[in-house]
């Protein structure tokens, strides 16, 4: 087996300086070197805690967190990440789950991308290609892509952008359409 690794990587040297220029191979030089500075810390099961004032406002959880030391250090979250959010009683008042997220270090935002699906305590669901949280904002939660809002009473509502709080009752559409009855109030 280890005779076919060594083999593949003589045959790769080969074809790159027959087909390669040198200019080109010192540019393939010059990026690998970067890529081999860049730290990475990597950890499993991780439980992000955020406070305010000594109160639990919101927890986020990843089966698996990358930390990048670069010029603006992020986390990424490669497997999906959870963001729970609480009241006041610590009593959860909606949670947000994706596919894949990154968390930059220093503004906090968080971006949620890939089959973003998000819950409120009465039980609506916004689906997404991707929500930001950033909880510096007055409406922290919001994305410019396509979002789909079900309610439990059956109204189907989409837009092009979507604002929210972090518990999910006070939100705004851009470009809203739907199917629901006359009269109907989208917002309880």
């Not at 992020?74 to 009593?91: C, H, Q, R, S, W």
């Not at 270090?105 to 699906?117: A, G, I, Q």
């Amino acid at each position: 087996m280890a005779q076919y690794r060594v083999f593949g990587i003589i045959l790769i040297i080969v074809c790159f300086s027959l087909t390669a220029c040198e200019n080109d191979l010192r540019e393939v030089e010059k990026i690998s070197a970067k890529g081999s500075s860049v730290r990475v810390d990597k950890s499993k099961g991780v439980e992000i805690i955020y406070s305010d004032s000594a109160r639990v406002k919101a927890r986020i959880l990843t089966p698996l967190l990358n930390y990048y030391k670069v010029d603006k250090p992020y986390y990424e979250m490669p497997k999906g990440a959870t963001v729970i959010f609480f009241d006041e009683n610590l009593k959860e008042s909606s949670r947000i789950v994706s596919d894949y997220a990154l968390q930059y270090e220093t503004s906090r935002v968080v971006e949620m991308r890939k089959n973003v699906v998000g819950t409120s305590a009465k039980g609506d669901v916004f689906k997404s290609d991707e929500l930001i949280w950033d909880p510096g904002k007055k409406e922290p939660v919001y994305s410019n892509k396509l979002v789909t809002i079900t309610q439990p009473n059956g109204n189907i509502v989409f837009g092009n952008g979507f604002s929210s709080d972090e518990r999910f009752k006070r939100w705004q559409l851009t470009d809203a359409t739907g199917n629901f009855p006359s009269g109907t109030n989208l917002i309880e």
